[in-house]
C-alpha cells in the first residue's frame, strides 16, 4: 500500500472573480502572467560565475582549524598514520554529507531556516542551524580580534613578545636571551622557592597584555581598549565585504582564499630549510602503524573529519542556494573535500617545521611544547618566529594568513544569519540587505564586547567547550534521517538527477542510509558517555558558569521540540493529519521556474513498511 503527497503539494491554480467579465482564456493567461511576474520579483540571485562558489566554499570550510589543530589530531595519534583514517572518514562519510547539504541548498534556492519545508515537522532543524552560526560568529569574533592584534603589534620596531622587561610581564619572564641557570641562582638568592615555574616572554605577553587575564570568570575587569578596537576592526571588515551579499563575497574570495596558501608556500619554503626543522617533520610524518589498533585514534579522526568539514552550520546551504540551478554539485564538492584535508596536511609541515627548529633552539622536547589549540597560534609558533632572522616579516605573512582564513568562515556564518531574516520574505527584504547587515554586526559587536574584558577568554573556553559537539552532530544526525528516511534518498536522488541529468550512485545512497547515520552515532554516543565539565588549564569554572553553558549546549536544539509541538498543535486546530507533517509543504519547490511548473503536476508515492521503504530508498523499486 502506499500513500501520496498531500493535496496542497499539487498544483495549485489561480481562481479569479467571474464577474469581471474577462473571457476565461485571458483570465488564464494573466494569472499566469502574474504567476511569471511574481517568480522573476523573488528569484534569487546568484553567484558572478562558478568559481566563486567554489571560493567561497573552500573559504568557509578551511577555517583556523586546519591550521592548529589538524597538526596536533596527527602528532598526538601517531604521526603520518592518524591521516589514513581521517581520508577514510573524509571519503565515506564527510564527503557524501557535505555533498548532501550542496545538494539541498542548490535544488531549493533557500537558506537553512526555509529549506526545512521539507519536513514541516522538523522545521526547526533551521532554526537550530541558524543560532548555532550565530553563537559561533559571536563569540569566534574575539579570537579573529587576537589575530588582529598580532597582526598590528607585528609591524613595531621589536616584536613585543620576543623580550621580557615590558610593563606586563614579572620576574618569572624568561626570552631567548635568558640564562635560565643565573637567573634562577639570582631568584634563590632572594629566598624564593627552588622550584620555580618560569613563564616565557610569548606566554606573558599573549595572557598578560593581550587578554589581560583575570584569575577567572567572575573576576570580568574593565574592556580592553586596544582590543575592543581590534574587534571593531574585525566585524567592520565583515560588513564592508559582505555589504551587498554575494555580488561583494563572490570578489573578495579571489584575494581571501587563494593568497593563504600562497603565504603558507612562503612559510613552507622557510621552515624546511630552518636548523632542527627535521625533528618536526618526523614527529610529524613518521607513522606509528601500532596506533591504528586503538579505538581512540579511530574516534579522534570521525571528530577532526566532521569539525574541519563543518557540516550542521547551514553554511553550505545557503552558500549552494546561490547556485544556478544545474550547476555541478558533486565536482565542487569533492573540490571542498580535498582542499581541506590538503590544508590541514599542508599546514601541518608548516607547523611542525618550524617548531622543530624551536624544540632544538630552546632544548626543550618537541612534545613539551605547548602547541595545541590556541597556544599553538599565539605563544608558540609566535615565539619560534621571533628567533628567525627578519622575524617582522615571518610574523606578519604568518598572521596576515589567520586573517584571511579566519575572516573567511565569518563570511559563511554571517550569510546564513542574514538571509536567515531575508528570506522570511524575500520579495520585500532583500532590498533591505544592508541594513540588515549593518544591524547584524552592531548587535554582535555590543553583545560582544565582554569578550575583550579581562575574563573574555574565560567566556571564548566555556561557549566553545559547550556549543559545539551535541548540537552539531545531533543537527547533522537529524538531518540525515530526514533527507534520507523520512523525505527518502530514492526521492532526493531523482531531485538530484532534474538538476544535473544523473542520479547518485547505489553506493552514495547506501552511505547517506545507513553509513553516515552509525558515523555520526559513533562521534555522538562516546561524546555523551566520556562527558565532563571543561577547563581551562587548572581552573574549574564554578557552577554557575557551567549552567550558563548548559544553556548555550541545549537552547538551540531544544528548538527543534518546540518547532515540531507548535507544529502539531497547529495542525490538529485545522483538523489535518499529523502524518502531513512528514511530507513536503506546498512551497517545497524546485529553484528552477521551468522545473516548478513540472513539479507542481507530479505526485510522489511513498511505500509502507520498512522493507518497502528500504528497496525504494537504495534500489529505486516500487
Known amino acids: 500500500m502506499t500513500e501520496s503527497q498531500p493535496d496542497e503539494f499539487t498544483n495549485f491554480e489561480i481562481v479569479q472573480d467571474d464577474k469581471s467579465g474577462l473571457n476565461p482564456d485571458v483570465k488564464s493567461d494573466l494569472n499566469r502572467q502574474n504567476e511569471n511576474k511574481d517568480v522573476q520579483e523573488t528569484v534569487r540571485e546568484t553567484w558572478g560565475g562558478e568559481f566563486e562558489f567554489v571560493l567561497s566554499l573552500v573559504g568557509y570550510t578551511v577555517g583556523l582549524g586546519n591550521i592548529w589543530r589538524f597538526p596536533y589530531f596527527c602528532y598526538k595519534n601517531g604521526g603520518g598514520c592518524a591521516i589514513i583514517p581521517f581520508i577514510l572518514f573524509l571519503t565515506v562519510c564527510g ?99 627552588t622550584s620555580i615555574n618560569f613563564r616565557t616572554s610569548g606566554t606573558e605577553y599573549f595572557e598578560r597584555n593581550v587578554l589581560r587575564k583575570s584569575s577567572g570568570i567572575d573576576t570580568v575587569g574593565p574592556v580592553h581598549l586596544p582590543l575592543t578596537g581590534c574587534f571593531f576592526l574585525g566585524w567592520l571588515f565583515v560588513f564592508l565585504c559582505l555589504a551587498k551579499g554575494v555580488k561583494t563575497l563572490g570578489k573578495v574570495v579571489y584575494v581571501t582564499v587563494t593568497l593563504p596558501y600562497i603565504l603558507l608556500t612562503v612559510l613552507l619554503i622557510r621552515g624546511v630549510t630552518l636548523d632542527g626543522a627535521w625533528n618536526g617533520l618526523q614527529h610529524y610524518f613518521i607513522p606509528d602503524f601500532s596506533k591504528l589498533i586503538h579505538g581512540q585514534v579511530w574516534m579522534e579522526a570521525a571528530v577532526q573529519c566532521f569539525f574541519s568539514l563543518g557540516p550542521a552550520w547551514g553554511g553550505a546551504i545557503t552558500m549552494a542556494s546561490f547556485n544556478k540551478f544545474n550547476h555541478n554539485a558533486l565536482r565542487d564538492s569533492v573540490v571542498v573535500c580535498f582542499a581541506d584535508a590538503f590544508t590541514g596536511i599542508y599546514s601541518g609541515v608548516v607547523v611542525f617545521s618550524v617548531l622543530g627548529f624551536l624544540s632544538k633552539e630552546t632544548g626543550t622536547p618537541l612534545n613539551e611544547l605547548p602547541f595545541s589549540g590556541a597556544s599553538l597560534a599565539f605563544i608558540a609558533y609566535p615565539e619560534a618566529l621571533s628567533r628567525l632572522p627578519a622575524p617582522h616579516v615571518w610574523s606578519v605573512l604568518f598572521f596576515l594568513t589567520l586573517v584571511l582564513v579566519g575572516i573567511d568562515t565569518q563570511f559563511g556564518c554571517f550569510e546564513t544569519v542574514t538571509n536567515a531574516v531575508i528570506d522570511l520574505n524575500y520579495k520585500k527584504l532583500q532590498k533591505y540587505r544592508l541594513l540588515i547587515s549593518a544591524g547584524l554586526v552592531t548587535f554582535l559587536f555590543i553583545t560582544g564586547l565582554p569578550l575583550t574584558t579581562s575574563a573574555g577568554y574565560y567566556i571564548f573556553m566555556l561557549i566553545d567547550s559547550y556549543m559545539g559537539t551535541f548540537n552539531l552532530v545531533g543537527t547533522a544526525l537529524l538531518e540525515c534521517i530526514v533527507i534520507a528516511w523520512i523525505y527518502g534518498a530514492n526521492r532526493f536522488s531523482a531531485d538530484i538527477e532534474m538538476m544535473m541529468g544523473s542520479r547518485p550512485s547505489l553506493i552514495l545512497r547506501i552511505i547517506w542510509c545507513f553509513i553516515i547515520p552509525v558515523f555520526l552515532l559513533g562521534i555522538l554516543i562516546p561524546t555523551i558517555v566520556t562527558y565532563s565539565t571543561p577547563t581551562v588549564g587548572d581552573y574549574k569554572f564554578p557552577s554557575h558558569a557551567n549552567i550558563v553553558g548548559n544553556v548555550f549546549a541545549f537552547a538551540p536544539i531544544s528548538l527543534i521540540f518546540i518547532v515540531a509541538i507548535y507544529q502539531v498543535i497547529r495542525q490538529r486546530v485545522s483538523r489535518k493529519s499529523v502524518r502531513n507533517l512528514l511530507k513536503p509543504a506546498s512551497c517545497w519547490l524546485p529553484n528552477d521556474l521551468k522545473q516548478r511548473k513540472i513539479y507542481k503536476k507530479t505526485t510522489y508515492e511513498y511505500e509502507s513498511g520498512f522493507r518497502f521503504r528500504l528497496l525504494d530508498n537504495i534500489l529505486g523499486i516500487k
Open 95 to 193: 564527503g557524501p554529507l557535505y555533498y548532501m547539504e550542496v545538494c539541498l541548498g542548490q535544488w531549493s534556492g533557500t537558506s537553512p531556516i526555509t529549506v526545512w519545508n521539507i519536513c514541516p515537522l522538523l522545521k526547526g532543524l533551521g532554526l537550530l542551524m541558524v543560532s548555532l552560526s550565530l553563537i559561533y560568529i559571536w563569540y569566534y569574533a574575539a579570537a579573529f580580534s587576537w589575530v588582529i592584534y598580532f597582526l598590528i603589534q607585528s609591524f613595531f620596531p621589536t616584536l613585543p613578545w620576543s623580550k621580557c622587561g615590558n610593563s606586563w610581564n614579572t620576574e618569572l619572564c624568561i626570552d631567548a636571551s635568558t640564562n635560565i641557570t643565573e637567573k634562577m641562582l639570582n631568584m634563590t638568592d632572594h629566598g624564593l622557592n
